[in-house]
């Protein structure tokens, strides 16, 4: 793993916080730049996202080496670490224990998956779903998420290890003790880095945990976060970006380093 002092770790969501979409999706470049020009002043920063850790390590790879991530924290359980040869590693041991959560909740709910595909696909219009050994997922139109929601959420009333997350998009269903909070905590350990050392800046409702203030008082989110995300932040002294997007982002570190360094 890279060995570096660090002084102050950011930790960000990917859709709707720091990534562009056309000609591809990538990081955004005008954050990417502003992140690569402070890490000499101790600056480093993560990926925390629900995407898949392959799809978050080919956003990595698209990024020249002073640009790319200290570790990729995916789905709100894995933990993966970038090395000298900016590959990125799991953390054996945390990974597999997340692994195992996961199934044994998978082996008890997924006989259930068909009934409930069936329910949500007869009631709603569904724009995307997944549905298989890793998630249980879909996306309908923003007007009905919190419809889909509340069914969901009946499916699994009979399970407390299960939880309803998602983002502005995606509902899907987890393990009950992932979450962007416990795996933020957990890197900044494996890091070095003190909890009143991290920034944490997202958009939905999957960001929550880590933007609460229980992980740090230095939380932010764009102009275009959820609802609820933007209580959130509020009510923990955070700061709520003027900008969308990257840009909001972009805003946000620079409030909070303008006070910090």
């Known amino acids: 793993m890279h060995q570096q002092h660090i002084k102050y770790l950011i930790a960000l969501d990917l859709d709707g916080t720091s990534v562009s979409y056309s000609p591809r999706l ?7 730049h502003y992140l690569a020009a402070v890490q000499n002043m101790g600056i480093v920063w993560v990926m925390n996202s629900d ?6 390590a080919d956003i990595a790879s698209l990024l020249p080496g002073e640009q790319k991530p200290l570790a990729l924290l995916s789905c709100q359980r894995f933990i993966h670490l970038r090395q000298d040869d900016d590959a990125y590693l799991p953390v054996q041991e945390w990974n597999a224990e997340q692994i195992k959560c996961h199934r044994l909740l998978w082996n008890k709910i997924s006989p259930f998956f068909p009934q409930w595909r069936l329910e949500v696909e007869s009631q709603f219009a569904i724009l995307d779903s997944a549905v298989n050994d890793l998630v249980f997922a879909y996306r309908v139109t923003p007007d ?15 399970w407390p290890d299960a939880q309803i997350s998602g983002n502005n998009d995606w509902t899907f269903i987890l393990h009950a003790s992932f979450s962007k909070a416990k795996i933020l ?16 800046i997202g958009d ?13 008082n230095y939380v932010g989110c764009p102009a275009n976060a959820s ?35």
């Open 185 to 200: 905590k957990k890197c900044a350990q494996l890091l070095g880095v003190a909890l009143n050392h991290v920034i944490a």
């Open 227 to 261: 609802p609820d995300v933007l209580r959130t932040v509020r009510n923990a002294g955070g700061i709520v970006s003027v900008e969308h997007e990257a840009a909001g982002t972009i805003e946000i570190i620079k409030k909070f380093l303008d006070k910090l360094l």
């Open 204 to 216: 939905g409702m999957n960001d929550i945990t880590m933007l609460d203030g229980s992980v740090t």
């Open 51 to 56: 995407r898949y850790t392959d799809t978050m």
């Open 144 to 158: 009905q998420t919190p419809a889909l929601r509340r069914l969901i959420h009946q499916f699994i009333t009979d």
């Open 26 to 32: 990538a990081m955004d470049n005008d954050l990417m």
